[in-house]
């Protein structure tokens, strides 16, 4: 089956410091993304990716989707103490886009 | 308010006992997902259903049950065949898949974090 991975699984940054985590497909998407998980709650939508080699930016996020669609990022730039939590890719396979399948997630801590 | 409801929020079980979690919502979204997280952990497929009177097995459905009589509803029943039931347990929907492009956004419940004893 698909599967998703996230690197790394843990990271933590002083705050202002920038933050990447990255996700790794082993099948094409058909689109990915991004959620965020505050400690404690539920996965919160932040953005979608669809085309090829995408990049889109929500204030201080930054996120892009790879030219072979299998691959993605997310970078934080000058983290904030609100930014802590867990953040999870999803992707959904081409050819089977109905199953949404979450990479493992990175949990980011942030040191005041 | 639309959303999506799981409850209870908590719940405690004796081992051995069959125990259905609950989700409902008003989003009129045809997808629905049940996924498993464990401490430290990403979210694990359960089962999934696009359509009322039709779902299909994740990567974990080992040891659990849905029905989706109901647009609406699609409950979790965790058996006694589950070798490992506590966990917290997650409800999503979503639009239907269709286009690409269309904004398939998953609305995620509060969770029930299931502790079998």
């Known amino acids: 089956g698909q599967q998703v991975m996230q690197i790394p699984q843990y990271q933590h940054v002083q705050e202002g410091e920038d933050f990447t985590t990255y996700c790794n497909s082993s099948t094409t998407l058909s689109n990915i993304q991004w959620y965020k998980q505050r400690p404690g709650g539920h996965p919160v939508f932040l953005i979608q990716?669809?085309?090829?080699?995408e990049v889109k930016k929500q204030k201080r996020l930054t996120f892009q989707f790879g030219e072979a669609k299998k691959n993605s990022s997310l970078h934080i730039t000058a983290t904030q103490t609100t930014d802590v939590g867990t953040y999870f890719c999803a992707g959904r396979p081409s050819g089977s886009a109905r199953q949404l399948t979450f990479g493992s997630g990175t949990q980011l801590t942030v040191l005041p | 308010d639309g959303g999506i409801t799981q409850s209870p929020k908590y719940l405690f079980r004796k081992e051995g006992q069959n125990v259905t979690l609950s989700c409902e919502q008003n989003?009129?979204?045809?997808?629905m997902y049940w996924y498993r997280q464990d401490p430290g952990q990403g979210l694990r497929l359960i089962y999934y259903?696009?359509?009322?009177?039709?779902?299909q097995k994740g990567d974990i459905a080992e040891g659990y049950s849905v029905s989706r009589e109901k647009k609406e509803s699609f409950p979790l029943t965790v058996t006694s065949a589950q070798k490992n039931p506590t966990a917290f347990y997650l409800c999503?929907?979503?639009?239907?898949?269709?286009?690409?492009?269309?904004?398939?956004?998953?609305?995620f419940g509060q969770g029930t974090r299931l502790t079998v004893v």
């Open positions: 259903s696009q359509i009322v009177n039709d779902f």
């Open positions: 999503a929907s979503s639009p239907l898949v269709g286009r690409n492009s269309m904004n398939t956004e998953a609305f």
């Open positions: 989003l009129n979204h045809d997808a």
């Open positions: 990716l669809v085309k090829s080699g």
